[in-house]
């Protein structure tokens, strides 16, 4: 998980392939709660409780709109699932057009404010129940063809919450630390019996294995906390390595990003999951482990992937 301010490759996830298409088009006839001057913006698929009631009445949603659950009347044909929900807000049409969006994306305040919100609607529920997180800028329609989609992956939704239930995401980045920020100076002592210049040299090629060996920790990080994850029963997902400002460090520290990963843990186990991470970071000097979390599922949203290689 990163910043919920980095936008789409954020905290918002992987784009969802259920997800609909952003509206175009004329409107439907308008749904209850909504209106021809509204769009319905989903932020997740969620197990209707009572618990949530209170939750949702303190929230406020994207645009500083109301969040509310859209529950289907009835469960839809046939035996199946339990029942499933939408998270939504109604929002101003002209302002979520596929037009608006395109300038939208392009202005970063903006970006960040709706993530951020967007995040804190997902938080907020993941903290009482199971959600299935959509990404940025759903949108359908109205309401009644946004509950038209939740009847007609019903099952999809209710499996993925199944697979997702008592259990929470961590993020574990592993970072190579700098052997050294400058190339040392050629001032040896006079004991030393070496020249300006085989000193330095002697100096650089140091430098140069405790560089490889920060290399070789990192990928050590790696297979011990993917072996981790195996002993806690804990699904995995690679995420590219950050650049640029995304990976920019924080005041005393530094290093390059060589493991960005995920991992849905059982809640029973997450204590340990830690725990073990922790003393990973503790037994490898050369590299800085950096362990997030708890998160709602955003990474593993889309449906489960096969474990990837060890780095």
């Known amino acids: 998980m990163n910043d919920p301010a980095a936008g789409p490759a954020g905290p918002v996830g992987p784009a969802d392939p259920t997800a609909p298409a952003r509206p175009t088009g004329p409107a439907a006839p308008a749904a209850p709660a909504g ?19 209170g939750v949702l009445a303190a929230l406020t ?15 839809g044909p046939g035996p199946g699932p339990g029942p499933v929900a939408f998270v939504v807000s109604d929002v101003d049409r002209p302002d979520w057009t596929e037009e608006a969006l395109k300038v939208h994306f392009e202005d970063l305040d903006w970006l960040g404010d709706t993530a951020r919100a967007h995040h804190r609607v997902i938080e907020a529920l993941a ?3 199971t959600v299935l997180p959509l990404r940025l800028a759903t949108l359908y329609e109205d309401r009644d063809r946004a509950l038209q989609a939740l ?23 592993v ?10 100076a050629a001032a040896p002592g006079p004991a030393s019996g070496l020249s300006p210049g085989k000193a330095y040299l002697r100096a650089r090629r140091a430098q140069h294995h405790a560089h490889e060996d920060h290399y070789r920790q990192a990928r050590e990080a790696g297979e011990r906390i993917a072996a981790v994850a195996r002993r806690c029963g804990a699904a995995h997902a690679r995420h590219p390595v950050q650049r640029g400002p995304l990976a920019a460090p924080g005041p005393g520290e530094a290093g390059e990003n060589v493991l960005n990963d995920a991992f849905l843990v059982p809640d029973e186990v997450a204590d ?3 725990a073990a991470v922790q003393e990973v970071a503790g037994a490898l000097p050369g590299v800085r482990v950096e362990l997030t979390g708890p998160w709602a599922p955003y990474s593993f949203a889309a449906g489960p992937t096969p474990p990837p290689p060890v780095p």
């Open 151 to 173: 009847r007609a992956q019903r099952a999809d939704f209710a499996e993925r919450l199944a697979r997702l239930r008592a259990h929470t995401e961590y993020g574990v980045k």
């Open 175 to 184: 970072y190579v630390r700098p052997a050294g920020a400058t190339a040392p």
């Open 35 to 53: 209106g021809a001057g509204t769009l319905t913006y989903v932020y997740a698929v969620a197990e209707p409780s009572p618990a949530l009631d």
């Open 127 to 129: 903290a009482r129940t």
């Open 61 to 75: 949603g994207v645009a500083g709109r109301p969040v509310t659950l859209l529950v289907p009347p009835d469960p």
């Open 272 to 274: 340990a999951f830690r």
